[in-house]
């Protein structure tokens, strides 16, 4: 599963940065002056997130924390509704494993993050950390596939990934470790992958558009763009005007067959012959707050769409 490798601002980075903040009372920068400090002061002094002492992570605090589960709540209730169940695969991979499937690994490659010892000890063979699950779960796939009556499988999880090897790390944006959903998905034939796809797509606006009330635009992406070893990639797409760019919001990739080939993902039709199935992978992250942040937030600092506030309503005593 991919995320966009662009990025919607600068600035931001995993030092800690020094954002004068005199007074919780203004903004020390303006969100047409400099767009990158306004985003980072903004993130910090309204509670959403705390730096931390590794460049890339960040503490997530209740404020950002809230908004994720409330989009959680409204996504599980909607992926119920296409009979998706909820797993959770774990974090490592063996080498053997991730090298499986070529194309998938040298898109993800130099974002890998490796543990190489225990204590002051060699590893015998390094563990990959998951930078996405294709190659954590198909092995396990093959195993429960076996028949037409196994199908289709559809599985869910929440978790966190692990992705390195970047420059200028951006709070939500662009960060080394970031909390997502996953969905992977086996069908018996490509017309039950494609109808998913677009099913999923369309939650994917939904959560922008209707919770974070972020215009999105739906579309697929060219062949130099799509998901690494996947047949097509699907995503949503949001506009920051401050910076004319556009950032990817959440991807839908209909994989083919190609991760079945791979990791021998077959089944038993009805007549009794073996067939390949058909794959599906798709994901949204924690990016979709710093969206929201950055299309919303004005010179006073954080504004909230009602749907994902905390706090409905405050009041203000003032004296006579």
């Known amino acids: 599963m991919s995320t966009s490798k662009g990025s919607a601002a600068k600035g931001g980075g995993g030092k800690k940065k020094e954002v004068k903040k005199e007074t919780k ?27 931390y002492d590794i460049s890339g992570c960040y503490i997530l605090r209740p404020w950002a ?39 998938h690994i040298e898109g993800f490659a130099p974002e890998v ?29 093959s195993k429960w596939i076996r028949s037409h009556r196994d199908l289709p499988l559809r599985c869910n999880q ?22 997502w959903q996953e969905g992977h998905t086996a069908f018996a034939n490509k017309e039950e992958a494609d109808e ?33 070893g996947g047949l097509y990639t699907t995503s949503v797409e949001a506009f920051i005007p401050n910076t004319g760019r556009g950032i990817q919001g959440a991807t839908s990739h209909c994989l083919g067959q190609n991760f079945a080939k791979m990791f021998d993902i077959t089944f038993e039709n009805e007549k009794g012959v073996r067939e390949m199935v058909w794959q599906n992978s798709w994901a949204y992250t924690t990016r979709s707050i710093g969206v929201m942040v950055m299309t919303h937030g004005d010179d006073k600092g954080l504004v909230l769409p009602p749907k994902v506030a905390p706090i409905q309503v405050g009041s203000i005593l003032t004296g006579k």
């Open 25 to 51: 009372l203004g903004m020390a920068y303006r969100k047409d002056d400099n767009f990158g400090e306004w985003y980072s002061e903004v993130v910090v002094n309204s509670e959403m997130i705390e730096y």
């Open 113 to 141: 993050a490796w543990v190489t010892k225990s204590g002051k000890s060699d590893l015998e063979a390094p563990i990959a950390i998951r930078p996405t699950s294709e190659t954590v779960m198909y092995p396990y796939f």
């Open 158 to 179: 929440w978790c966190n990934v692990v992705r390195w090897e970047f420059s200028n790390p951006t709070p939500f944006i662009r960060s080394r470790e970031f909390l």
């Open 65 to 103: 924390m809230e908004i994720w589960e409330l989009m959680k709540e409204f996504f599980d209730a909607e992926i119920k509704k296409l009979k998706l169940k909820p797993y959770y695969f774990p974090l490592f991979v063996t080498e053997n494993v991730l090298q499986k499937e070529k194309d």
């Open 196 to 228: 998913e796809v677009l099913q999923i797509l369309e939650l994917y606006r939904r959560i922008y558009e209707e919770f974070l009330a972020v215009p999105v635009s739906k579309g697929r992406k060219s062949e130099v763009e799509k998901f690494a």
